[in-house]
């Protein structure tokens, strides 16, 4: 039984920072790319960050571009994402979502194409 268990996130104020955690098990954690898909207030979720199970194309959207990075640990089975100089666009509820195959795949469409997500874990940024 695939599991994927966010952690973290939390209230933060204009310029701050939150790290959030996506511990998984249930399947071969190596064989799979790994993402985060925040969905904010009034919207879908829409893929934000994802890594590759050789952890050499991490990828992002534009908008948070030098502010976010994405990291996966092969050894203990975790995808975290480290958000620095948040802005209040970036509020939102923030899945761990995992990826049919081993590579990155930036999509429009992530509830067709992520085969598993977790609970979520709420981002509010707020002054």
């Known amino acids: 039984q695939v599991q994927l268990a966010e952690s973290g996130g939390g209230l933060a104020q204009p310029g701050g920072f939150l790290r959030s955690s996506c511990p998984a098990s249930g399947f071969t954690f190596v064989t799979s790319a790994l993402n985060w898909v925040p969905k904010a207030p009034g919207k879908g979720p829409e893929w934000l960050s994802g890594t590759d199970v050789d952890v050499r194309d991490d990828q992002y959207v534009y908008e948070v571009k030098g502010r976010f990075t994405i990291a996966r640990n092969n050894a203990n089975n975790t995808v975290s994402l480290q958000m620095n100089n948040l802005k209040p666009e970036d509020t939102g509820l923030y899945y761990c979502?995992?990826?049919?195959?081993?590579?990155?795949?930036?999509?429009?469409?992530?509830?067709?194409?992520?085969?598993?997500w977790g609970q979520g874990t709420q981002v509010t940024v707020s002054a």
């Open positions: 979502a995992k990826a049919r195959g081993p590579i990155v795949v930036v999509t429009a469409t992530p509830k067709l194409e992520f085969d598993h």
